[in-house]
């Protein structure tokens, strides 16, 4: 008889968006008259830009005529987008990042879940407490995280790095000695994030350790504030310590597009093994390149044109997240994020767990949020609402628990 992967029988439940989904479902088809608003999952809502647009019209154009015709991408991605994002992304920023250290791949969370194939099977992964759910599971579906404590919602051989209100959602430096630690920054899904000084100290103890930091940059677009990073890379030091992952979802809307990328240094090397080159055979084996119309479409992302517009809807969600920020603070509760980041962290009243907050909004204003213990132990006792809905839908949202409060 054939065996499967005993390790994926050990992952407690479903993917939580897919369990919040499901709930959601379960909740319209009996209350058929409700208008539920959707501010869970961090999916966006606003169309692709014009610009966008017209490249992925003329991409379809050429494709239609024999002459501009294309097969199979480039699997590493097409060097026009691979130095456009260099440029753009990196080097216009101060960054030392090269053209090849990029890699185009379909989406920042196939990188983050895929990257940990070509680490030790034995290597101690530390996360945020709090935490985006793929980093944990990918690496339990590997076999790396050991036991699973149901009453803790912990797993033995993972690291965590509690964030919580009382070190302002900053994650400390682990007691114990990882050799890959997973930082998303701005935070998903506290909305927090990490200045240059306190990147900075991660840079050196990733380098003094001999750890590897996985960088989740996701949704870099939304920083507002002056001393917070753009990139790790332009932290100096760490050419010799990061990845970083990038995604299109959330600057341009790209989430049912799919395009994202991951930077890695040539200088990042286990010994006399570059990690680039375990990157490079992994995407030639088993990527076979983003299509060549979705990239020509991310050009557009760095056009004067483009950047005007997306400039635009970034500014339209943070409209939303100062919108559900003030709301929620005028409505007595404690709130976090939602400054550099598209995501409001709020603290449930006393009496509920985050599960409880969620059915009881649901219910009672027919309204969807995150479950801050889906992210993790600590998040227990929170709630995520994302400012990606559209302008109606999140006044209409805070309109509903103002009801609600009063
Ligand atoms: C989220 O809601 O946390 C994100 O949308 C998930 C993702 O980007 O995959």
């Avoid at 369990?19 to 208008?35: C, E, F, G, L, R």
């Avoid at 964030?163 to 400390?172: I, L």
């Avoid at 960088?215 to 507002?224: N, S």
């Avoid at 979705?294 to 992302?301: D, E, H, S, T």
């Amino acid at each position: 008889m054939f065996k499967v992967n005993e390790n994926y029988l050990k992952l407690p439940g479903s993917y939580l968006f897919s369990t919040i989904a499901k709930k959601v479902n379960a909740y319209s088809q009996a209350n058929p008259d409700k208008k539920v608003i959707r501010l869970g999952i961090g999916d966006v809502t606003q169309p692709l830009v014009p610009a966008v647009i017209r490249a992925m019209h003329d991409a379809v154009d050429e494709m239609g005529d024999a002459a501009t015709f294309r097969g199979y991408a480039p699997d590493l991605g097409y060097g026009f987008l691979r130095e456009e994002i260099a440029k753009k992304d990196y080097q216009e920023r101060g960054c030392p990042v090269e053209a090849d250290e990029i890699f185009v791949s379909d989406g920042a969370k196939s990188d983050c879940g895929n990257i940990q194939e070509i680490f030790a099977p034995d290597s101690r992964i530390a996360v945020c407490d709090p935490v985006y759910p793929v980093y944990v599971d990918s690496n339990v579906m590997a076999g790396r995280t050991g036991d699973y404590d149901e009453a803790r919602g912990t797993w033995s051989r993972v690291i965590y790095m509690p964030c919580t209100a009382g070190n302002h959602f900053v994650p400390e430096l682990p007691g114990e000695r990882p050799d890959l630690i997973y930082l998303c920054v701005p935070n998903n899904p506290t909305g927090t994030t990490l200045n240059r000084d306190q990147l900075k100290v991660w840079v050196d103890y990733a380098n003094e350790t001999g750890a590897v930091i996985l960088y989740d940059g996701a949704y870099e677009a939304y920083i507002a504030e002056e001393d917070v990073p753009h990139s790790i890379f332009e932290i100096e030091g760490a050419r010799t310590c990061a990845i970083e992952f990038r995604s299109f979802s959330k600057n341009a809307g790209f989430t049912g597009v799919r395009l994202g990328f991951t930077v890695i240094p040539k200088d990042l090397k286990s010994g006399d093994v570059s990690v680039h080159s375990l990157w490079a055979r992994r995407h030639g084996t088993k990527f076979n390149g983003a299509p060549y119309i979705v990239q020509k479409a991310a050009m557009a992302v760095y056009s004067q044109e483009g950047r005007v517009q997306l400039k635009d809807q970034v500014a339209y969600y943070m409209n939303n997240a100062q919108i559900i920020y003030k709301g929620l603070k005028e409505g007595g509760y404690q709130v976090y994020g939602g400054v550099n980041a598209p995501y409001i962290w709020l603290k449930v009243p006393d009496h509920m767990t985050s599960w409880d907050f969620f059915d009881w909004l649901l219910e009672h204003a027919n309204v969807v949020g995150t479950p801050g213990s889906g992210f993790g132990p600590s998040g227990e006792g929170y709630f995520r609402l994302t400012a990606f809905g559209t302008y109606e839908n999140t006044m209409e949202a805070m309109e509903r628990i103002r009801r609600l409060n009063g």
